[in-house]
């Protein structure tokens, strides 16, 4: 997986053919243990396969309170 502020873990596995995502979250495009993706997109071997990942970082203000929580858009 591909770790973002070293405590969300973004999966990246072969998961082509298998059934739909788990509420364990262990599938290419889940949050590991935290949110599983909608649906299975994984394509047959062989064939390219990409994701965008758009990840914002918590916010804080200038006395270091916490605005915005961090978040996968």
């Known amino acids: 997986g591909v770790f973002f502020l070293g405590r969300y873990e973004l999966q990246i596995l072969d998961?082509?053919?298998k059934e739909e995502?788990?509420?364990e979250a262990r599938y290419t495009g889940s949050i590991y243990r935290t949110a599983a993706p909608r649906?299975?997109?994984s394509k047959a071997p062989g064939e390219w396969?990409?994701?965008d990942v758009v990840?914002?970082?918590p916010r804080f203000d200038e006395?270091?309170?916490?605005t915005a929580d961090a978040r996968f858009v």
């Open 15 to 17: 998961n082509f053919g």
């Open 21 to 23: 995502p788990d509420a």
């Open 39 to 41: 649906k299975n997109v």
């Open 49 to 51: 396969q990409t994701f």
């Open 55 to 57: 990840f914002r970082a």
């Open 63 to 66: 006395g270091g309170k916490k």
